[in-house]
């Protein structure tokens, strides 16, 4: 049996997807604060479970029985992320867990300039002493986080976001999806750790001139102000801490911390990746198609 924290989430449910295309007839536990909130996955016979980081018991719970069980990083401020992950370590741990395996990021020390940095850092270190067996899992950008600056980008022309100058190994969701449903179903990853990156490195400025050759018509990036960008991000409602984060993963962006590629995603899912091109395509056919 398989288990997952955070199954209601955008790359949860990926991982659920995948695990349930890869491996039909194993059985998984999908943990999530909310069930409701993802009840259709017990029509594909997934049970469907409350698992709340602020409730080990919960944690517990969902984790007896489980060969392997993952969590998924959490969203909340630094400090509680790390007593929360500590807590679902714990947990994995007293329910006799054989394996664990943790969705890290990229580059995660704590001289990072992304300060979230820290919690992977911390909580890495905890499972390795955990005494359990482990697979992390450091996942580079989404490229579906470039959506919001692409969409207004297709629109005006105009690409802006901190850290343009960076390199960035961004990787779809799906792709992570499908490497992580590997490491969770195969032998052979005890004890090892993974970055999954996508097949190339670009900046926001290369990033723009692909856009402008697929959309036909020109893209300029520019460096945003950290500032700016915070703010608005505030006006779209997200918290503080969420804020701080974001700024945060821009400005590392920007010193190179996310550059570095690695075959790991690729391999361990077992085909090709998906490119930016692919996805500058989708969303041309996506707006256009609206306008």
């Known amino acids: 049996m398989i288990s997952i924290t955070g199954a209601s989430g955008q790359l949860g449910r990926q991982i659920v997807a995948a695990l349930k295309q890869r491996a039909p007839e194993t059985a998984l536990v999908a943990g999530t604060r909310r069930p409701s909130s993802i009840s259709d996955l017990s029509d594909d016979g997934v049970r469907v479970v409350k698992a709340d980081f602020d409730q080990p018991e919960t944690l517990r719970a969902m984790f007896e029985g489980s060969r392997v069980a993952m969590i998924i990083c959490g969203t909340a401020p630094i400090d509680i992320r790390i007593r929360q992950h500590r807590v679902a370590i714990d947990a994995a741990r007293a329910a006799g867990v054989e394996r664990l395996v943790y969705t890290s990021f990229i580059n995660p020390r704590i001289e990072s300039l992304f300060p979230y940095a820290t919690v992977h850092a911390d909580s890495e270190r905890y499972l390795l002493e955990s005494g359990l067996a482990y697979t992390i ?53 005890e004890n090892k750790a993974y970055e999954l990156t996508g097949p190339e490195a670009l900046d926001l400025y290369e990033i723009a001139g692909l856009a402008g050759e697929t959309w036909g018509k020109p893209v300029v990036a520019h460096e945003l102000d950290s500032a700016e960008y915070g703010r608005l991000l505030s006006q779209r409602g997200l918290p503080d801490f969420a804020v701080e984060a974001q700024i945060g993963i821009r400005l590392a962006s920007g010193a190179g911390e996310y550059g570095h590629l690695s075959p790991a995603a690729e391999r361990l899912a077992g085909r090709s990746l998906g490119t930016m091109t692919e996805h500058l395509q989708a969303i041309c056919r996506r707006l256009s198609a609206v306008h």
């Open 137 to 189: 899992l450091r996942n580079n950008h989404f490229v579906e986080n470039l959506d919001s600056a692409l969409n207004i980008a297709f629109q005006t022309g105009s690409l802006a976001l901190p850290g343009a100058s960076g390199k960035v190994g961004y990787i779809f969701r799906r792709d992570v999806a499908a490497a992580t449903a590997a490491v969770l179903t195969q032998e052979g990853h």
